[in-house]
């Protein structure tokens, strides 16, 4: 069989995640919403237009490293099994896929979504021969322990820059769990935006045609259809800014008039204030240095760094270390 789906977050368990964080973000000040929530069909569209504007750098950048890293890459190590998280559509993983040269290999894509994964993996084994798909569906953040184990040498995705949606604990405990899918000889590669002009960063979240606004709104799209929100997304402004302090990218949309929204789903009532915000996204930004010390947190050792020749975007290459780190001590939402 080349072909194994195992499925721990169906649309029940999904929504109830949601109606749990939503409760739990709307209810703390400031209020948020986890940035999880953007991706619906509309989201992934949105997103999709995102990656290619001309102030949108990530994705483009990102390719161009793995079109120049994936050849050497699979050569040296010689994987004959690959792990992504947040694989989505595996556009990239076919990069490295396809430059390890033929031999057998098992992907085992991780996302929530198993109508894409299974679109995806349809393709994929269509042209690579030689490939097995074990997909788990779930949550990468709940889930990883459900990843089947290694069957022979493992290079373990977390591409663009998905690690930089997550606050310091939360990127730490993910980590330790990656860490623990690794042994001796194995390899995370994992994407990282870096610090750079503030106004490169921007840009990047606010963009001259309004799309990521479209996008940042669409999540209230989602709540109104998911739970039975009563959410007015055109009343609500798109904020993005650079926390300088904490190297990070926020997102908020920003109430133009005190309005009062129900949530039916949740019997919940949220007053919001005119000018008051919702936090929908932060993107943190990485130096070499930061990243290493991310990395060793987790009980995982920076091997490799690849960069652009602005350096805008790295591709960090982490081995495991002989000692995994201990278990952070609190778990932010």
């Not at 000889?185 to 045609?209: E, F, H, W």
């Not at 606004?213 to 904020?239: Q, T, Y």
Request: hydrophobic share 45%.
């Amino acid at each position: 069989m080349r072909y194994r789906v195992e499925v721990h977050a169906d649309a029940h368990t999904r929504l109830k995640a949601m109606a749990e964080d939503v409760l739990r973000g709307l209810g703390a000040r400031p209020r948020w919403l986890p940035p999880k929530y953007f991706y619906d069909a509309a989201g992934s569209r949105l997103f999709e237009q995102i990656t290619r504007l001309p102030e949108y750098y990530l994705t483009r950048t990102e390719d161009a490293l793995l079109d120049r890293l994936a050849p050497g890459l699979m050569r040296d190590l010689a994987p004959r099994d690959v792990v992504e998280l947040g694989s989505g559509f595996s556009l990239k993983t076919r990069r490295l896929l396809d430059a390890r040269g033929g031999g057998p290999l098992r992907y085992t894509p991780v996302d929530v979504d198993q109508t894409t994964v299974a679109s995806s993996a349809e393709r994929l084994l269509a042209e690579d021969p030689a490939l097995q798909v074990h997909a788990v569906i779930g949550d990468f953040e709940r889930h990883l322990v459900h990843v089947p184990p290694p069957s022979g040498r493992r290079l373990v995705l977390f591409l663009g820059s998905t690690i930089g949606n997550l606050d310091a604990p939360a990127r730490q405990l993910l980590l330790m769990q990656v860490r623990g899918l690794l042994r001796r000889g194995d390899r995370l590669l994992i994407g990282v935006d870096l610090v750079k002009d503030v106004a490169v960063l921007q840009a990047a979240y606010d963009d001259a045609a309004g799309v990521t606004a479209a996008f940042n709104r669409n999540i209230l799209h989602v709540i109104n259809r998911s739970l039975g929100a009563d959410f007015e997304p055109a009343a609500f402004r798109h904020h993005a800014w650079y926390n300088a302090v904490e190297s990070r990218i926020e997102m908020h949309l920003v109430a133009e008039q005190a309005q009062t929204v129900r949530v039916r789903g949740l019997g919940l009532t949220v007053k919001l204030e005119r000018g008051e915000s919702i936090w929908t996204e932060s993107s943190y930004k990485f130096t070499r240095g930061s990243a290493r010390a991310m990395l060793a947190a987790a009980g995982l050792r920076l091997e490799g760094w690849h960069t652009d020749a602005d350096q805008r975007f790295a591709l960090a290459l982490a081995a495991p270390t002989s000692r995994a780190a201990a278990a952070p001590a609190t778990h932010a939402a």
